[in-house]
């Protein structure tokens, strides 16, 4: 079963309705709620983006991502879920010259589970990856974003800086993903 954190992104119900459009076998949860489940009962991972910055939701992604690396279970970190991934792994992010918000094209550099050629992806940010560790792999890039999609080492980890719930190559993406076991 998948779960689906829900870190207060307004895109998070477009996200839910896609897991229900794909018929997908997922459980959706706050992530203050996460406390309460069995991590062990879920074999896959997709962390929402968010509104704001939140301490305690940021410790909680953390965990989330190190339980993911550690039992090797797929997981879709998306915008901040991105960004939380890359700095619990030893990357940092820093603040964007002008935020970005729309569809942007998104160059796939390569070879992965998820897409190729060239997707448009809905972007809504202000902050960016600016880098990631050794252990990670980019795997797209666009005009402002170096690191629109990567892998950290060989697992089934990702990071999208977009938010692949709100365009039809991005829905694409997501179903890729739901299928990796």
Same mark, same amino acid.
Request: net charge positive; glycine share 6%; proline share 2%.
């Given at each position: ?27 959706? !949860? ?9 991590? $062990?009962? %879920?074999?896959?991972? *997709? ?6 910055? @939140? ?24 915008? %901040?879920?991105?960004? *939380? ?7 940092? *992010? ?6 970005? !918000? ?10 992965? !589970? ?10 809504? !940010? ?17 005009? @402002? ?7 950290? $080492? $060989?697992?089934? *980890? ?24």
């Amino acid at each position: 079963m998948l779960l689906v954190v829900d870190n207060g992104s307004v895109y998070t119900p477009s996200l839910l309705k896609c897991t229900k459009d794909l018929n997908l076998d997922f459980e959706h !949860h706050v992530f203050s709620n996460m406390s309460s489940l069995n991590l $062990d009962d %879920y074999s896959s991972v *997709i962390l929402s983006g968010r509104r704001k910055n @939140d301490s305690e939701m940021n410790i909680i992604n953390s965990k989330l991502v190190k339980h993911s690396v550690d039992n090797n279970k797929p997981l879709l970190g998306i915008c %901040y879920g991105a960004e *939380i991934l890359a700095l619990t792994l030893g990357g940092t *992010i820093k603040k964007m010259t002008s935020p970005r !918000h729309g569809l942007y094209e998104i160059n796939i550099t390569k070879k992965n !589970h998820l897409c190729s050629g060239k997707i448009k992806g809905f972007e809504s !940010h202000s902050y960016m990856v600016s880098k990631l560790s050794s252990s990670f792999t980019s795997i797209a890039s666009s005009t @402002d974003c170096k690191f629109e999609i990567f892998q950290y $080492d $060989d697992k089934n *980890i990702f990071g999208t800086q977009f938010h692949p719930e709100m365009s039809t190559d991005g829905k694409a993406l997501l179903e890729r993903f739901s299928s990796i076991k």
